[in-house]
């Protein structure tokens, strides 16, 4: 999936082997690491995205590393559970968080208050996987275009509803962003799940979902939904026929969704360097790459500073897009 690589991987290449500036070379990168297995907690339920990223690379590490990786979900109250759950783990490189932007990207961005910081309490690893929201409306909607349907949500503002995981959801954040470049005002009808809001917007109940790739293509293929834009800045090889947002009007538009290992801060760096060696290595295998690709997702693997950066700059978007349209959390 083509997304733009500079900001994923913050100039640097798209996979990328060794500890990388700053981190333990040679001997002294936990010579003596891994002696027994390694946890990979999912805070999420079975089944979804996450967790299928994360048993696929589980997979192929444990083949490389000497030690099989367990996963562990442990789902509830937005991601929060399982990602502080690690955060308070011990930094010796047996306890990771399989992360996504939701918990690490947009929870500080509406939350008043966390029980972990995403920045202070991780070492980050390496992101793995990363993908657009793809902006779709019933087929019945009459806009053929985005700028048909912004011109549609312009003449009647408010009419337009969109479906939600949820209030403060990443989708959620992204609508309002995009309300706020398009200048337009649409209503907000959050839901438990994006099956649920995706089946209401199939049946017309609702004029948009900004869907992840893998919920909507089924039914833009089918016919039932009609993809208006993607939200990547370059366009997507699983729908190549769909523009970005950013084409259409709005220069620079982005939001990505993503995933990526974390360890607790205080891991010892050699201990990180190693795991990022082997995650990218395993990342660059092709079974494994093609698993996550039929996951409608781009392969990664960047450097601990890369992704660091890349998280930097995502929490402070989403906080300026929650702060502008006035989203919170209790």
């Known amino acids: 999936m083509r997304i733009d690589r500079r900001r994923l991987l913050g100039l640097g290449t798209v996979v990328a082997l060794g500890a990388g500036p700053g981190l333990a070379p ?4 936990a010579a003596d690491f891994p002696t027994r297995p390694i946890k990979i907690v999912v805070p999420y339920a079975p089944g979804g995205g996450a967790d299928s990223v994360a048993r696929i690379v589980a997979k192929r590490v444990g083949e490389t590393i000497g030690q099989p990786l367990v996963i562990e979900n442990k789902g509830g109250a937005g991601a929060i559970l399982g990602t502080e759950q690690v955060a308070k783990a011990e930094p010796d490189g ?6 996504q932007s939701g918990p690490i990207s947009i929870n500080p961005a509406v939350y008043k208050s966390l029980p972990y910081d995403p920045v202070k309490d991780f070492a980050p690893i390496t992101m793995t996987t990363a993908y657009p929201y793809i902006l779709v409306v019933n087929a019945a909607l009459p806009a053929k275009t985005l700028a048909e349907f912004v011109a549609l949500a312009k003449a009647k503002p408010d009419a337009m509803n969109y479906g939600s995981t949820g209030v403060g959801a990443a989708n959620h954040l992204v609508a309002e962003l995009f309300d706020a470049k398009a200048g337009i005002r649409m209503t907000h009808v959050p839901y438990r ?7 209401d917007l ?17 039914h833009i293929k089918s016919g039932k939904l009609r993809a208006l834009a993607v939200t990547s800045l370059e366009r997507s090889p699983v729908a190549p026929e769909v523009p970005t947002v950013a084409e259409s009007g709005y220069p620079g538009f982005e939001a990505l969704a993503w995933h990526g290992l974390f360890a607790p801060a205080k891991t010892p ?5 190693l795991l990022n060696e082997q995650i990218v290595k395993a990342l660059q295998d092709p079974a494994t790459r093609e698993l996550l690709v039929n996951q409608a997702m781009q392969v990664v693997g960047n450097t601990p500073q890369a992704f ?3 998280i930097a700059k995502d929490i402070a978007t989403w906080k300026a897009v929650a702060a502008d349209a006035k989203v919170s959390v209790e």
């Not at 047996?94 to 992360?99: A, E, P, R, V």
């Not at 799940?193 to 089946?199: E, K, N, Q, S």
């Not at 109940?205 to 790739?213: N, Y």
């Open 26 to 29: 040679g001997p002294a990168r």
């Open 94 to 99: 047996y306890t990771l968080l399989l992360g």
């Open 193 to 199: 799940g994006t099956a649920l809001a995706v089946g």
């Open 202 to 218: 199939v049946a017309g109940q609702l004029s948009v979902v900004f869907g992840d790739p893998i919920s909507v293509l089924p």
């Open 269 to 273: 760096p050699a201990v990180v360097a």
């Open 308 to 310: 660091a950066a890349f």
